[in-house]
């Protein structure tokens, strides 16, 4: 590198022709050797500070910023702002915007999209709404990188709401709770008693001394834009009113769309934004919308739109829609990419087309350790339970490394599949592997464990972990009521509640399980009460299935029908062949029949509702009824599944 004085002036006038820290520091060496002028030195050492921002050299940074002899320019500022946040050290990256404001110097576009990003990451609404205030008053709330900033934070920080994004925002603190200043008409008098006070209080705080009245930058900037806001001609006198209009308060209630829809210019990472904020909030339908009107807006879809998008179109379960997208990604070659990729295989899986996961995964060019668990998970999940085992072998025998996610993913195929012994072989694999303190993985093998009819060793990997969630309690309640031990489920459940464990749907579930198992009527009810209004838990298909059983297992077949009859959700034709099975055990025709009809009007070629009513017929002595019912079998082609049974010898 040149040392003269004209080649350190043309490098500091172009620093981009910096490639290395190493050649920055350098350069930075050869300037302490002429700071005979501070100014100018000043000036350089700005340069050289925000090369070495571009580097995240932290150290450095924080070194030449404390060297300034003279208050630091702008340009140091905004370089220190940015380090920080992209180092991770986001309490300095605050701390120092709140020294820059102190020192008299506003932020710039290059310094609110680090800024908001700190915010994001302290997952501090607060102080993200005061800095907004800001970038409005400075006027760069039309600026598209500023914009984008403030979308993501607000993604992040403030869920969307569905019906209307802009209502139902709380007021903030740092607002001194004005009260809907938004279109408020307040008299004068009002005013002058209860803002004027308050702006005092704010006066004190800025001119204080106090460091900690210092920190309190969202006071000061809702203060400042007020103030400045009620002398200007928003505020109109009428009759001796004010008449508030358009306030800071309203821009606060700028949330995602808000600050979208005022963005003059908009490029694809802000349509992303919206995106993903809609699908991150279950926003499936608004998303797909954002999405058709990104098209008509003239912009392509990029990888990260599609693979944003096509966990919306799984959750909606609209497998044409699916195609749709994955004909685009063809079409631009988006469908090499591997996000893309498993993207589409859990979309056509939760569309119940796991043959084209097959081949997404099939026609894959670089199969890494995300799509090989994609589909293992996929295969897991849609009950296939041996392919699920044949990629994971496939996955090792391809050389790559298992996770985590791997076994808790493939646990639950040999719990299904009762293979005690694979279920060992990979228990061993993962201690090996030193997975068995994830929290997740222990979970699922004390499932296997459990439904294996092993109890005692899902108590032992209980037991042996370090910190029990929801997910292993209800695993282990889970792991007693598959086994007949309801009493212990129970006490196991009400054990959980006392350690502060809140229980979820699942938990309940369990619960219900272990009640059903044990002909706990009276006990069912009282958790299934608990669930709805103690906890709110709105019940799913599964816990009314629960329910239902126990009072078929009962005997208590007219409650268990009204029971089904009175669910706030249809119900599904395995809840009532669950209640045909119950009345076949107690020889009750008349109910049967009126359940077979409930059956067959939601699955007219049902097997088991023929099946079944015949049996009920038969052991009644109704054979000319069970005779007919075959004969209709035949006649609609309806046969009964040929069913087989294995044990494992251990």
Excluded at 81 to 106: D, H, Q, Y
Excluded at 145 to 164: C, Q, S
Excluded at 549 to 569: P, T
Aim: charged share 25%; glycine share 6%.
């Amino acid at each position: 590198m040149k040392t003269t004085v004209e080649a350190i002036a043309n490098i500091l006038g172009n620093p981009s022709v910096i490639k290395t820290s190493s050649q920055a520091k350098q350069l930075h060496a050869q300037i302490v050797k002429r700071q005979g002028n501070a100014i100018l030195f000043a000036k350089s050492a700005a340069i050289v500070l925000s090369v070495y921002a571009n580097f995240n050299l932290l150290r450095d940074c924080l070194s030449l910023f404390n060297a300034f002899r003279y208050p630091p320019p702008g340009k140091a500022w905004k370089s220190i702002i940015r380090c920080c946040a992209s180092n991770g050290n986001f309490e300095e990256s605050v701390a120092f915007f709140k020294k820059m404001r102190a020192a008299g110097k506003f932020p710039d576009r290059n310094v609110f999209p680090s800024l908001l990003k700190t915010c994001a990451d302290l997952g501090d609404l607060r102080f993200g709404e005061a800095v907004h205030c800001c970038v409005i008053r400075v006027g760069l709330d039309s600026d598209l990188f500023t914009g984008n900033a403030l979308m993501n934070m607000y993604v992040k920080l403030e869920p969307l709401i569905a019906h209307n994004v802009f209502d139902g925002c709380s007021e903030p603190k740092w607002a001194f709770q004005f009260d809907n200043c938004l279109n408020r008409t307040v008299s004068s008098a009002s005013y002058k008693q209860e803002y004027k006070e308050k702006f005092e209080v704010v006066d004190e705080k800025l001119h204080s001394s106090d460091e900690n009245a210092s920190d309190e930058l969202m006071i000061v900037d809702d203060y400042v834009s007020l103030k400045n806001y009620v002398g200007r001609s928003n505020v109109d006198c009428c009759d001796g009113e004010i008449v508030v209009v358009g306030s800071v308060l309203e821009r606060r209630k700028n949330s995602v769309e808000k600050v979208f829809k005022t963005m003059p210019v908009r490029d694809v990472v802000s349509w992303n934004t919206v995106i993903g904020g809609h699908v991150q909030n279950g926003m499936h339908e608004e998303a797909l919308l954002t999405l058709k009107d990104m098209g008509q807006g003239n912009l392509k879809p990029d990888s990260y739109t599609l693979s944003t998008i096509l966990p919306a179109i799984a959750k909606h379960v609209d497998v044409m829609k699916g195609k749709e997208i994955h004909g685009y990604a063809v079409r631009h070659g988006y469908d090499k990419d591997v996000f893309i990729g498993s993207s589409l295989i859990d979309m056509y899986a939760n569309c119940m087309q796991l043959e084209y996961s097959y081949k997404v995964f099939g026609l894959s060019p670089r199969k890494d350790r995300v799509s090989w668990n994609s589909m293992i998970a996929v295969c897991v999940q849609n009950g296939s339970f041996d392919d699920g085992l044949r990629y994971l072998r496939e996955m090792l025998k391809a050389g790559v490394e298992p996770v985590a996610f791997s076994f808790s993913s493939i646990m639950p195929a040999c719990a299904h599949l009762t293979r005690l012994c694979l279920g060992k072989e990979l228990h061993g694999y993962i201690i090996r592997q030193g997975f068995d303190d994830n929290i997740f993985v222990a979970s699922s093998l004390m499932d296997m464990y459990a439904k294996c009819g092993n109890i005692e060793t899902a108590k032992w990997i209980f037991d042996k972990m370090e910190f029990q969630d929801t997910v292993s309690w209800t695993a282990m309640i889970m792991a007693y009521a598959l086994n007949g031990h309801a009493r212990d489920a129970i006490s196991f459940f009400k054990k959980m509640e006392m350690e502060g464990v809140k229980p979820n749907s699942g938990s309940f579930l369990a619960v219900l399980t272990a009640c059903s198992h044990g002909g706990l009527v009276d006990e069912a009810r009282m958790f299934f009460d608990r669930m709805t209004q103690g906890y709110a838990i709105p019940p799913g298909i599964e816990h009314y299935a629960a329910v239902s059983d126990l009072l078929g297992r009962a005997g208590r077949l007219d409650e268990a029908y009204e029971f089904i009859c009175k669910m706030h959700i249809k119900p599904t034709d395995a809840i009532w062949l669950t209640l045909l099975s119950a009345c076949r055990v107690h020889k009750n025709v008349e109910l049967a029949e009126k359940v077979a009809k409930e059956v067959l009007a939601i699955d007219p070629e049902s097997v088991n509702a023929y099946v079944l009513l015949s049996n009920v017929y038969v052991d009644v002595g109704r054979w000319k009824e069970a005779t007919k019912l075959r004969t209709t079998m035949r006649r609609k082609g309806v046969k009964k599944n040929e069913a087989c049974s294995w044990i494992e010898v251990v």
